[in-house]
């Protein structure tokens, strides 16, 4: 079941940290990056996020949640996280479709560790494009991607 999260709550917080930090330890190690900022993330960050978050649950256990701004008619996609030991279960792509029809009708933009190609096979999947590459440290690159939706 996919439900907004209060990441406000300090055991909600607790439970996305749970699954954040291992999942961004596989993206790390993709990317050859230990400086990805949600790898650090306190619990007071989270709570203090500005980002609206969504998590799927399954019997009470947060197992992946997606996190995203609103701003006029782009949604910026800013988290999409699965807990590791549930990867390839689907988790990441319900939680992108979920967005997707909510907010049915804008547009969607992403960006990614360039070398995180099950990322961003999943974002084109879902009609996301490749934008352009930028470096967030010396020789390291993540992926814009967007998704523009036809009025």
């Known amino acids: 079941m996919i439900q907004e999260l209060d990441h406000r709550s300090e055991s909600t917080a607790k439970a996305i940290q749970k699954i954040q930090h291992p999942a961004y330890l596989v993206e790390a190690e993709m990317m050859g990056f230990q400086g990805i900022p949600q790898l650090k993330e306190s619990i007071l960050e989270l709570r203090n996020s500005d980002e609206v978050f969504l998590g799927y649950m399954e019997k009470d256990r947060l197992l992946g949640f997606l ?41 969607f933009t992403v960006s990614t560790g360039k070398a995180n190609v099950p990322a961003k096979k999943l974002y084109e999947s879902h009609g996301f494009i490749e934008m352009e590459d930028f470096e967030v440290a010396p020789g390291i690159f993540c992926t814009a991607l967007k998704k523009k939706t036809h009025h």
């Open 67 to 107: 996190s995203y701004k609103k701003e006029s008619e782009t949604i910026d996609i800013h988290r999409l996280v699965v807990d590791p030991g549930h990867f390839r279960e689907g988790i990441g792509s319900r939680l992108l479709v979920f967005l997707l029809t909510k907010y049915q009708g804008l547009n």
